[in-house]
């Protein structure tokens, strides 16, 4: 009898819906009001990183060291969260990512569960606004992780709050760190984006309309015979 996983943990920025533009409009929005230069190039070093890391490398960009307190810290970030607030009140079910609600359709047939593994504090109002909650049985409280990806926290806490073994778990992401987090976690792997980035997922595929629900299974079963 083939193994079946028992949890999917889906990531939900690149993954579910691309919310990387507004945080990157909003994150240029404070930057500006810095006097700091990002741009889309830089970007792509924050993604899956969380707030107050991304706040840090972006203060580095400063042409001189900026001296700020914890304080004065939480204090821009929360600025930025803000603006990124006012963003995405602008995302409705359009926003979903191509093939994504196909796959969580099928994944919810199956009876095998569905947890949401992010790093976002406003994943829920974001799944809310897509109309996609429904699917879910467990939505990892970002607050509550105390280490970001690539530390495995983020998947293994979705695990463990549904009681399953972490090597029953399949963990899709988009980013390295991502990706990094899911298989320190014991998890099975599927990566989304390209093979520079994601070589070391256990399955990739290049985009989210190629991620079928009973390929994912077979793969998932392939690795667990030559593991």
Same mark, same amino acid.
């Given at each position: 009898?083939?193994?079946?996983?028992? $949890?999917?943990?889906?990531?939900?920025? !690149?993954? #579910?819906?691309?919310?990387?533009?507004?945080?990157?409009? @909003?994150? /240029? &929005?404070?930057?500006?009001?810095?006097?700091?230069?990002?741009?889309?190039?830089?970007?792509?070093?924050?993604?899956?990183?969380?707030?107050?890391?991304?706040?840090?490398?972006?203060?580095?960009?400063?042409?001189?060291?900026?001296?700020?307190?914890?304080?004065?810290?939480?204090?821009?970030?929360?600025?930025?969260?803000?603006?990124?607030?006012? $963003?995405?009140?602008?995302?409705?079910? !359009?926003? #979903?990512?191509?093939?994504?609600?196909?796959?969580?359709? @099928?994944? /919810? &047939?199956?009876?095998?569960?569905?947890?949401?593994?992010?790093?976002?504090?406003?994943?829920?109002?974001?799944?809310?606004?897509?109309?996609?909650?429904?699917?879910?049985?467990?939505?990892?409280?970002?607050?509550?992780?105390?280490?970001?990806?690539?530390?495995?926290?983020?998947?293994?806490?979705?695990?463990?709050?549904?009681?399953?073994?972490?090597?029953?778990?399949?963990?899709?992401?988009?980013?390295?760190?991502?990706?990094?987090?899911?298989?320190?976690?014991?998890?099975?792997?599927?990566?989304?984006?390209?093979?520079?980035?994601?070589?070391?997922?256990?399955?990739?595929?290049?985009?989210?309309?190629?991620?079928?629900?009973?390929?994912?299974?077979?793969?998932?079963?392939?690795?667990?015979?030559?593991?």
């Amino acid at each position: 009898m083939a193994q079946s996983p028992k $949890l999917f943990i889906y990531d939900l920025d !690149g993954v #579910i819906t691309d919310t990387a533009e507004f945080h990157y409009l @909003a994150w /240029k &929005q404070l930057a500006d009001e810095l006097g700091i230069t990002i741009d889309r190039h830089f970007n792509e070093q924050l993604k899956g990183i969380n707030r107050m890391d991304s706040l840090d490398r972006i203060l580095d960009q400063a042409s001189s060291p900026m001296e700020l307190s914890t304080e004065e810290k939480v204090e821009l970030a929360t600025r930025k969260n803000g603006y990124y607030l006012e $963003l995405i009140e602008a995302i409705d079910p !359009g926003h #979903i990512l191509p093939g994504i609600k196909d796959l969580l359709e @099928a994944n /919810k &047939q199956s009876g095998i569960k569905i947890a949401l593994g992010s790093a976002s504090k406003n994943a829920s109002r974001i799944l809310d606004k897509l109309e996609l909650t429904g699917f879910f049985d467990y939505i990892v409280n970002a607050a509550e992780i105390t280490n970001g990806k690539p530390d495995p926290e983020t998947f293994t806490a979705a695990a463990d709050a549904l009681r399953i073994a972490h090597a029953d778990c399949v963990g899709i992401e988009d980013a390295a760190a991502g990706v990094e987090a899911v298989n320190r976690a014991g998890m099975f792997s599927v990566g989304v984006g390209d093979e520079a980035h994601l070589s070391h997922a256990d399955y990739r595929v290049e985009s989210t309309q190629e991620l079928v629900f009973q390929k994912i299974l077979d793969e998932f079963e392939n690795n667990r015979k030559h593991s």
